[in-house]
């Protein structure tokens, strides 16, 4: 008798030893759009947050590209704390390095930033924090969408960092403060990949605007008459004013890739939909009352894919003319403007336009 409890007590302790050594059960992992978040510091906090993420993705170009990560607390009537990682280029598989978030600056590592707002609303109970070196971002699953669109994929992942508390210093220059924090996050975002436009125009000859353009955004949309619109607004200096210093739109009749030469447009041709040709383009200025019309030119296009229900379509190529600004209707100003043009370009998904991903 005394040897089988004492066999029992053995099997007992042994069964109580491996427990131990495993530990505490780990935290399962979240579900898609959610994410659980640990802060300590000087803010105390354990919760679960919604999550979401973009690709914001420039058409043509592997720089200036930007991956956005935000959670935000599911109880929005008590308070809307909030984080968000700013990824330079494609968030993707692998283990990066969070630096330190500047506000207002460009970063070219990745960085993040916290705030914390109680009941009170608008901002004036908010803090904020400001990532500082040393932590990191881990994903282990990217499960991008098939193609851009509205449909969103998943990541999965985990991401820790330490911030400082900073305030409004003399002249709004943030300060740092003494307050720290620490976050650990185990994240499983819903995750949209955006396209954005790349443009860049070149204008010449007696245009009221001559150079190359420094910003530029851009669309393309049905015409209402069989074909489509490619149009965009661009600025020439630094400074990035609304409306903006030109707009132009190039109407195609049935996009494809291929090389098409515009004729000439008049204002009256212009303005009457019957007379459209296939091709052709128009220029206005902010602060010149002239419209410009294409008198001739080349436009090339070297890829198309035509949007569906679900995803984004794309239009690149290249446009060279010479356009006559016209004073009115029947007058010419004896002014012509060239005009050389780079474009990529989305066309929305047929089924809507994206939601908004500003953080």
């Known amino acids: 008798m005394l040897v089988r409890l004492g066999l029992l007590l053995l099997c007992l302790g042994a069964a109580a030893c491996g427990n131990d050594s495993v530990g505490p059960t780990a935290q399962p992992p979240p579900d898609p759009g959610r994410m659980h978040v640990q ?3 000087a803010v105390q906090l354990t919760s679960e947050w919604q999550a979401y993420g973009v690709f914001r993705d420039l058409l043509a170009s592997d720089t200036n590209e930007v991956s956005l990560m935000k959670g935000q607390n599911l109880d929005l009537s008590t308070s809307d704390s909030n984080f968000t990682l700013v990824f330079p280029g494609r968030l993707g598989l692998g283990e990066s390095a969070i630096g330190r978030y500047v506000p207002g600056v460009a970063s070219a590592q990745p960085a993040a930033f916290v705030i914390f707002d109680g009941p009170v609303p608008g901002q004036s109970d908010a803090t904020f924090f400001a990532s500082i070196p040393g932590g990191t ?4 699953s990217a499960g991008y969408p098939a193609r ?4 969103p ?3 999965r992942g985990t991401l820790t960092f330490k911030a400082v508390r900073l305030i409004a210093g003399a002249g709004g220059a943030p300060v740092e403060t003494a307050d720290t924090i620490s976050l650990r996050a185990t994240f499983a975002p819903h995750w949209n990949h955006y396209l954005y436009p790349n443009v860049s125009v070149t204008l010449g ?8 353009s420094q910003f530029s955004t851009a669309l393309s949309s049905d015409d209402d008459h069989g074909g489509r619109y490619v149009s965009w607004q661009s600025d020439f200096g630094p400074v990035h004013t609304f409306p903006h210093q030109i707009s132009q739109e190039l109407r195609v009749l049935a996009p494809g890739v291929g090389t098409f030469t515009l004729p000439g447009i008049t204002p009256t041709q212009f303005a009457d939909t019957a007379q459209w040709p296939a091709h052709y383009t128009a220029l206005f200025y902010r602060d010149d009352p002239r419209l410009g019309l294409s008198t001739g030119g080349t436009l090339t296009v ?3 894919v035509a949007p569906t229900d679900e995803f984004y379509g794309e239009i690149h190529g290249t446009l060279t003319s010479r356009l006559a600004l016209w004073t009115n209707q029947t007058t010419l100003s004896g002014d012509t403007a060239d005009v050389s043009i780079r474009f990529a370009v989305q066309l929305w998904p047929l089924g809507g336009i994206p939601a908004s991903d500003t953080p």
């Open 205 to 212: 000859g007696a245009s009221p605007v001559v150079g190359t």
């Open 302 to 304: 070297t890829q198309f």
């Open 153 to 155: 994929g998943l990541l």
């Open 148 to 151: 851009p669109g509205l449909t």
């Open 137 to 140: 971002v881990v994903v282990d």
């Open 39 to 41: 802060i300590s510091g």
